[in-house]
């Protein structure tokens, strides 16, 4: 598979963590397939929260909103891919959430980020993102 394909799913990662830092629902949603999964695992490897559908994963996007009022930063570094094919990949990136609060930066949250991505209309699309949560800092 060619670097492009590469570069291009970097960069729907780097577009996903602006959306989610600037509140913007219309670019987040932009980044999944219409039946994508976005599900969030806990450090004990539980599922905490499930997701199937653009439709359900707007709801929660815009309820978080309404309940974080702080600037956050995602930062997740260069993606490992496990596969990619002309159609279809899948990567791991570790990640951190930081944000603003008291006027000085914090931990929000560390893990990895497992993804399996599809190509839709000339697009790399998140069709599941696995959000794999280390310890959350207390």
Request: proline residues 5%.
């Amino acid at each position: 598979m060619s670097i492009d394909a590469r570069q291009a799913i970097a960069e729907q990662m780097i577009r996903y963590s602006f959306a989610v830092d600037d509140r913007d629902p219309t670019a987040y949603l932009a980044v999944f397939t219409e039946e994508a999964e976005l599900v969030f695992v806990g450090p004990d490897g539980a599922e905490t929260m499930r997701m199937k559908g653009k439709s359900r994963i707007a709801k929660v996007f815009e309820a978080q909103l309404r309940h974080n009022a702080g600037q956050t930063r995602h930062l997740p570094t260069s993606p490992v891919f496990r596969s990619l094919e002309a159609e279809r990949a899948s990567t791991r990136a570790p990640f951190i959430v930081t944000m603003i609060a008291e006027g000085r930066p914090r931990v929000l949250a560390t893990g990895c980020y497992e993804d399996q991505w599809m190509l839709s209309q000339g697009e790399w699309k998140l069709a599941l993102r696995r959000v794999v949560l280390d310890a959350v800092p207390g």
